[in-house]
């Protein structure tokens, strides 16, 4: 049916998807996910796992979240219900852009989707209330594997548009490490976490 068109970022390997959309005077139609299609565009990536999470308030903030070693993970990003601003980070020590940051708006309007590429930080804050985010993953979830850092690391200086003592926010976010007190314990090389 449908074809993607696909951007690149400036950051290595990270992908915006946007897949076609048939409106009418009903709604909309779109495939949100085609192997197929993702094949033909060179997103040759075997998903196994789906996640879907549901953030009832705007301000809520999730992250900076990623899985190491083997338990590294690829993901598809999608909002479905309002709008959020993505953040990713480069945290692949010897990549080009390790360190780098950006964020994207996904919102239920753009249809757009992100892909983020196994050795990066991810996070994002809610830009309205009752935001559906859902995506996939190429590996499953390890607890004993996972990692984070703050959003608030001054090194990354990441430019939220949220005041951080009106973020809503987890205990275990609240206190992640900055990203070099979590590499003083936790080295990474480039291409694994």
């Not at 309002?82 to 080009?96: E, M, N, W, Y």
């Not at 852009?97 to 753009?110: D, F, H, P, R, V």
């Amino acid at each position: 049916m449908g074809k993607l068109k696909v951007t690149t970022t400036n950051l290595q390997d990270v992908k915006i998807i946007e897949p076609a959309v048939f409106g009418d005077n009903r709604g909309f139609f779109t495939e949100s996910y085609s192997e197929r299609d993702f094949k033909e565009v060179g997103i040759d990536i075997d998903f196994i796992q789906d996640n879907h999470s549901l953030s009832t308030q705007a301000g809520v903030l999730r992250g900076l979240h990623f899985q190491r070693g083997k338990a590294a993970q690829t993901k598809l990003i999608r909002v479905v219900t309002g709008a959020v601003l993505d953040v990713i980070v480069d945290v692949r020590k010897g990549s080009p852009t390790y360190k780098k940051w950006e964020g994207y708006i996904l919102s239920e309007s753009n249809h757009r989707q992100l892909l983020v590429p196994k050795g990066y930080a991810h996070g994002f804050v809610t830009l309205t209330d009752n935001v559906n985010f859902l995506y996939k993953c190429d590996n499953y979830y390890d607890a004993a594997a996972d990692g984070g850092i703050t959003f608030t690391d001054p090194e990354l200086n990441i430019n939220w548009p949220i005041d951080f003592d009106q973020a809503i926010t987890s205990e275990k976010d609240a206190k992640q490490p900055t990203l070099a007190e979590f590499e003083k314990d936790n080295p990474f090389v480039y291409g694994e976490i």
